[in-house]
């Protein structure tokens, strides 16, 4: 069976510095990657996602992920947080093999930017 | 519309009672998805659409919740003699449907349920 794990509840960076919200999973097969990311009041919104080819996928807003196969990692990085990234950010897997509709989802991290 | 709708944005029941839940997908989206999503968790699988047809019911908890798409647009998820359990957050995506599985999903905003 698939699962995505999001090993922190929380994490909590200053303003400026890197960040890096940590993302595993473990599914047969090659699977495709998605992050997406939750403010207040609203729905979830898509950042990138890995399919194939490099590695390192970009983003919106300025982050980007990197598919590490050997590791079964998807970690999401941004360089230089802002304020305004505070919110709640969820890891997804697809399994290529399993039906189209079912994204796993990890249980979310919370992100929060201090100034 | 620009994008995934949903309402009521609120819905307050007494248990026991039947609750509809409304989805418009964003405008020519052929796939629509349903998650539920409990406080503190990440959305969870309930059932999918392509056009009217219902691909894969297998995320719903019982018999007591069901979903259509009769026109192949809106999509109506429905709980019926609810349960202080089925309180969570109700949330509707779309997708194209042209690329498979590897194409994106967009969310709506959700539809956050409490049953007393």
């Known amino acids: 069976a698939q699962s995505v794990a999001q090993p922190e509840d929380q994490v909590n960076v200053a303003e400026g510095n890197p960040l890096t919200v940590k993302c595993t999973y473990s599914v047969s097969g090659n699977p495709y990657l998605f992050w997406y990311v939750q403010y207040p009041n609203r729905g979830l919104q898509f950042l990138l996602k890995?399919?194939?080819?490099?590695?390192l996928v970009k983003g919106s807003y300025g982050f980007e992920a990197e598919f590490n196969k050997s590791q079964t990692s998807f970690h999401l990085k941004k360089p230089s947080a802002l304020v305004s990234d505070s919110a709640l950010y969820f890891c997804?897997?697809?399994?290529?093999?399993?039906?189209?509709?079912?994204?796993?989802f990890g249980a979310g991290t919370q992100v929060v930017v201090t100034p | 519309g620009a994008g995934v709708s949903q309402s009521p944005r609120y819905k307050v029941t007494k248990r026991g009672q039947d609750v509809a839940l409304r989805c418009d997908p964003i405008s020519g989206h052929v796939s629509l998805y349903w998650y539920r999503q409990a406080l503190g968790q990440g959305p969870e699988f309930l059932t999918y659409f392509n056009y009217e047809a219902q691909q894969d019911k297998s995320g719903l908890p019982n018999d007591r919740f069901s979903a259509e798409r009769p026109e192949g647009s809106i999509s109506t998820l429905t709980i019926q003699r609810t349960e202080q359990r089925d309180s969570a957050m109700y949330r509707c995506?779309?997708?194209?449907?042209?690329?498979?599985?590897?194409?994106?999903?967009?969310f709506g905003p959700g539809t956050r349920l409490l049953v007393l």
């Open positions: 890995y399919i194939t080819g490099d590695n």
């Open positions: 997804a897997v697809r399994p290529p093999l399993d039906s189209w509709g079912k994204f796993q």
């Open positions: 995506a779309s997708s194209s449907g042209t690329s498979g599985r590897i194409e994106t999903q967009y």
